[in-house]
């Protein structure tokens, strides 16, 4: 059985490993040290060695060299009403913008894009959602270095859409049920029928509409916006497609329609960025092995299909018979070529659902506080 010896150095680290790794409030650290150790501290004592702990932790993310850092991901997550600009490595996870401000406009963000550049931080492109202060502040900073958009906003934006059509069409045939169930009181309400008529044309219109929406978002999910997809001209055409399409749909309820129409209307080049870059990566796989792009780009496509699937085995097959020996590698190459072109910020969402628990104990947040916990991230890994 191994001993501790209890040393004040000791104490300090299990009261920030209370806070950091327990979510431990101040009290609740009083609390452990007098009922299980029998040490008397006050809660301005804990306070003061997180300020200590925070100032260290300050410093060294300051020598911090974020030069490795090719993909950034942006995003504001919040404490209350009080932003917080956070900025991740796509790679690696290492949150290196963690600060909160008062406002989330364009100089706000040009001035910590610019701090993190001194340290230097020089991605080849960044991922956020379409917040115009978060890349306004990119362009001020860094110029015409591309800002990718985020797939994920507009996917949920769209799924919000057809759910609610969905739901405003089932209400219509519970309406039509409702006004039918009432048939046999026609003689007391002789517009019954006409209002069963109209409840009927009201239905059909509702379900058909969002039918359609349904298909558009589906269309939008698995053959543009999808990660392994044909090249870039195809999605090009399909959403052009979607967007009119749902311009055609958008007099019946213009009110949820016509965002989700702006929005995609807005963002397409910045949506399909992904996809000029993975077609990048396969082309230099394709020049690597001496191989017809299109080859290369049927093995990607490939991953479309679950591996439970018999189709998927069977192009599996089919691709390694044209390939003969050249198969795995080039395989294994299109799956990593995949795995690093990301589409989205959502790491920053997860950093804000891991953050939260720490955020509930603290009514401010300072930025020594926020320079301890972004100290607790990985750091980037070496190219």
């Known amino acids: 059985m191994q001993v501790v010896t209890v040393t004040k150095t000791w ?10 790794i327990c979510h431990s409030s101040y009290r609740g650290v009083v609390e452990l040290m007098r009922d299980v150790l029998g040490v008397r501290i006050s809660e301005g004592t804990v306070h003061n060695v997180h300020q200590a702990a925070a100032r260290q932790a300050g410093a060294i993310n300051c020598g911090i060299d974020l030069s490795p850092i090719r993909v950034g991901l942006h995003d504001e997550i919040y404490q209350g009403s009080q932003p917080v600009l956070a900025g991740v490595d796509a790679r690696s996870t290492y949150c290196y913008l963690l600060t909160a401000a008062e406002h989330r406009d364009a100089d706000t963000w040009g001035i910590h894009l610019l701090d993190a550049s001194r340290q230097g931080l020089n991605p ?15 362009k001020t900073a860094w110029g015409d270095k591309p800002c990718h958009g985020d797939v994920f906003p507009i996917q949920h934006q769209c799924e919000v859409l057809a759910n609610t059509l969905a739901s405003i069409a089932k209400g219509a045939r519970s ?3 409702n006004l039918q169930a009432k048939s046999g009181k026609a003689r007391q309400d002789p517009d019954l029928v006409d209002r069963i008529a109209l409840a009927w044309q009201a239905e059909e219109g509702a379900h058909a509409l969002a039918g359609d929406i349904r298909t558009l978002t589906a269309w939008l999910a698995h053959d543009v916006l999808a990660l392994a997809g044909p090249s870039l001209d195809i999605p090009n055409e399909i959403f052009d497609f979607i967007v ?7 007099h019946v309820d213009p009110r949820r329609i016509r965002p989700v129409r702006i929005a995609l209307q807005n963002q397409r080049d910045d949506l399909l ?4 870059v993975l077609g990048n990566k396969l082309a230099t796989i394709a020049r690597a092995h001496q191989l017809p792009e299109h080859v290369v780009r049927a093995a990607c496509v490939l991953h479309r299909k679950p591996r439970t699937s018999h189709l998927y085995w069977q192009g599996w097959n089919c691709l390694r018979a044209g390939m003969g020996g050249k198969f795995h590698a080039v395989f294994d190459a299109v799956a990593l070529a995949m795995a690093q072109t990301p589409r989205s910020s959502a790491l920053v969402e997860n950093l804000n659902s891991r953050l939260r628990n720490y955020f509930t104990l603290r009514r401010q947040l300072g930025g020594s506080y926020l320079d301890l916990k972004g100290s607790q991230t990985r750091l980037p890994a070496p190219t």
């Open 124 to 138: 080849d492109y960044t991922i956020a959602d379409a917040g115009q202060g978060l890349r306004a502040g990119q």
């Open 273 to 276: 960025a992904f996809a000029g």
């Open 11 to 20: 104490l300090r680290q299990l009261t920030l490993g209370l806070s950091l």
């Open 244 to 250: 009119v399409e749902l311009g055609r749909r958008e």
């Open 175 to 177: 309406q039509r049920k």
